[in-house]
């Protein structure tokens, strides 16, 4: 793989971005569904850490650079709500239902990554390509790391937070609507739209209406993923 060639600007630390989130993890309500996604997210970027401080990433600056920009993603949002302001679209079903009584933790931590993962993920590795000086290619290796700390992460997830000694019965309907989302098809999804949305940085008309694009289709799937269901 062909480094990204290091510039002098700096981005935030992994350090400062778990900060906030453990200081979102001590303020919000357990049961509540952003909540619900940041001890996800939370559990998966303090993996990411100790990964970078072991050494385990092939560039270490290209991966803090983009598990930064990432999580920062995911703090605007955070941050847009606090303010009265709407979040991205991708991100707005969770913060609308996030205590709705019929839907359940599986389904916010769902949402949440879906939400991350399919819309803000591809925005992070082009904004790191900027930051770096690279291409998208560059960051592969990088972003196959966080990809597989995802989807070891999502599997924890469906073992901790489906209902019942028996995890899921077949009758019950949160067993169909999980099995329509998958974390393996959502990360390649997300490397065609990185790229994609790199390609066509010189046509910023067009690389903006894809984005809107992408950020309303996210958000549409993340709605399906919270639809209330009986107890």
């Known amino acids: 793989m062909a480094h990204c060639r290091h510039v002098s600007t700096a981005t935030g630390s992994v350090h400062a971005v778990l900060s906030r989130m453990r200081a979102l ?8 569904g952003v ?39 995911y703090l605007a949002a955070v941050d847009a709500v ?23 933790p599986l389904q916010f931590a769902l949402a949440g990554i879906n939400a991350h993962v399919c819309h803000d993920l591809a925005l992070a590795v082009v904004d790191a390509c900027r930051t770096l000086g690279c291409e998208p290619a560059d960051l592969e290796d990088e972003f196959d790391r966080v990809g597989e700390l995802l989807v070891l992460l999502e ?14 019965r077949i009758a019950d309907p949160l067993t169909h609507l999980i099995g329509c989302w998958s974390l393996e098809r959502a990360r390649d999804a997300t490397w065609v739209a990185a790229r994609t949305l790199w390609s066509l940085r010189r046509l910023p008309g067009l690389a903006g209406e894809c984005t809107e694009r992408l950020d309303a289709a996210v958000g549409l799937a993340s709605r399906l993923l919270l639809t209330p269901l009986p107890s």
């Open 25 to 32: 993890d001590a303020a919000l309500p357990p049961l509540d």
């Open 155 to 168: 599997e924890r997830i469906r073992e901790e937070l489906t209902p019942g000694p028996d995890l899921l």
């Open 82 to 104: 606090t303010d009265g302001r709407a979040p991205a679209a991708c991100w707005r079903p969770l913060f609308q239902y996030r205590r709705h009584p019929q839907v359940r």
């Open 35 to 73: 909540a619900v996604f940041n001890r996800v997210y939370l559990a998966v970027t303090e993996a990411v850490g100790r990964d970078l401080d072991a050494g385990r990433f092939p560039d270490t600056r290209a991966a803090t650079t983009l598990d930064v920009l990432f999580a920062e993603r």
